[in-house]
């Protein structure tokens, strides 16, 4: 038996001992820290600075950003790049062509699929910029210079349920800390009075993958989605139904946040504990900020109506458009836009499922950027407006 010892397994230990001396750290500090502050003489105070916390306190990231806030407008169900924002002249010239034997690998219902289809739809250049939009989309085309189109992405599976995992997550499987919850971890929220992960699903249901879409992963829970109501109370039992007196109230907050903070040095470490106080504190706040946050009757009929609320198609995207616009203005740092279901999974009736789809969010998402715009939030928002992938170029029953 060869006792040398070789490059390889040189290495292989190597990386034991770093990994070995990260996790003691680690360690020392989140368990043996504030013991040897104390054994040092150092006060109390100084030795809690040192544990870990995870709160949503604003922080300064590396480099001065430009942005503040982001808008997530998630399209469920894969929104076509070929028939929206990127037209093929060549799908025209070969219309109908087989086109099987080079995408069978990426099919996952090879037998429904049939031959290059081409867009039904119009396309024309708008803006300074040219950028190429269809007829679907007649509002958002006359924001076009307000926004960038981007042609390279893609994703590494064909099925939409791995596909939302990679796009919310970096990876095709669940478990891992959503895009928003990634930048409330790094930036925390400039409101304390507001959720700093907002998600404004549809009344009308859950998106594919339901609520996995912004968990927290293996991040503290503190940084998972916070689901707010468009219609209605933003909060279940948000308000108490006893009056109480304004000193009652406050007298009785101070009792539970003092026996909170006794439960907790009880229990350290305990993230799960730590995010069930946390979100109780924040419930306390948002009985004044949520429903005067998401109020939009004080909003001008003008703009009720460029976001196409009280409009049959628009209202319910439009409200929640509006709500967004309303929650970055307050600090919240992350908020996404959901749809029902998978409206943009259009492979029965392409032409008919992509004008309803386009009708329920063109018009609120145009209304969206322009508003921003006109109250100096552009250059400061983020806004994301793009599904889970694409279509092919064939066409699939």
Not at 248 to 256: A, I, K, Q, T, W
Not at 327 to 344: A, P, S
Request: charged share 20%; net charge neutral.
């Amino acid at each position: 038996m060869n006792s040398g010892l070789t490059r390889r397994s040189f290495f292989e230990r190597v990386v034991d001992g770093l990994g070995g001396a990260a996790l003691m750290a680690l360690l020392d500090q989140d368990f043996y820290g504030e013991a040897n502050l104390l054994a040092a003489g150092l006060p109390k105070e100084s030795a809690d600075l040192r544990r870990r916390s995870f709160d949503l306190a604003p922080r300064s990231p590396h480099f001065e950003p430009k942005a503040k806030a982001v808008i997530q407008l998630f399209m469920n169900g894969g929104p076509s790049q070929m028939d929206l924002f990127d037209p093929k002249p060549m799908l025209d010239k070969h219309h109908g062509e087989p086109y099987f034997d080079k995408l069978a690998a990426d099919l996952t219902g090879p037998e429904n699929a049939g031959g290059l289809l081409r867009s039904p739809f119009q396309f024309k250049q708008y803006g300074k910029s040219g950028i190429w939009v269809s007829e679907l989309m007649p509002h958002l085309a006359q924001q076009v210079d307000n926004i960038a189109v981007v042609r390279s992405m893609f994703t590494a599976h064909p099925n939409h349920e791995p596909a939302l995992f990679m796009i919310h997550s970096g990876r095709t499987l669940p478990g891992r800390p959503s895009l928003g919850a990634w930048v409330v971890y790094g930036l925390g929220s400039e409101s304390q009075s507001l959720p700093a992960y907002v998600v404004l699903d549809d009344p009308l249901g859950l998106p594919i993958n339901t609520v996995w879409n912004w968990q927290a992963g293996f991040l503290p829970p503190i940084y998972q989605g916070t689901r707010l109501r468009s219609v209605g109370s933003p909060i279940l039992n948000l308000h108490s139904e006893l009056e109480e007196t304004p000193e009652v109230v406050r007298l009785g907050r101070e009792l539970l946040s003092r026996l909170d903070r006794i439960h907790q040095r009880n229990h350290p470490g305990q993230l799960q504990l730590d995010a069930r106080i946390a979100s109780y504190e924040l419930a306390a706040r948002l009985q004044l900020e949520a429903s005067k946050a998401l109020d939009i009757s004080k909003e001008t009929p003008a703009t009720l109506d460029r976001y196409g609320v009280g409009q049959e198609s628009t209202d319910s995207y439009g409200r929640r458009c509006l709500m967004a616009r309303r929650l970055v203005e307050r600090g919240v740092r992350f908020v996404q836009l959901y749809i029902n279901g998978q409206i943009w999974d259009t492979h029965g009736n392409m032409e008919r499922q992509m004008r309803a789809a386009s009708l329920r969010t063109d018009k609120p998402t145009a209304a969206l950027l322009q508003d921003l715009k006109q109250r100096g939030l552009l250059d400061s928002t983020l806004v994301l407006w793009g599904g889970e992938f694409g279509r092919m170029p064939i066409a699939q029953l």
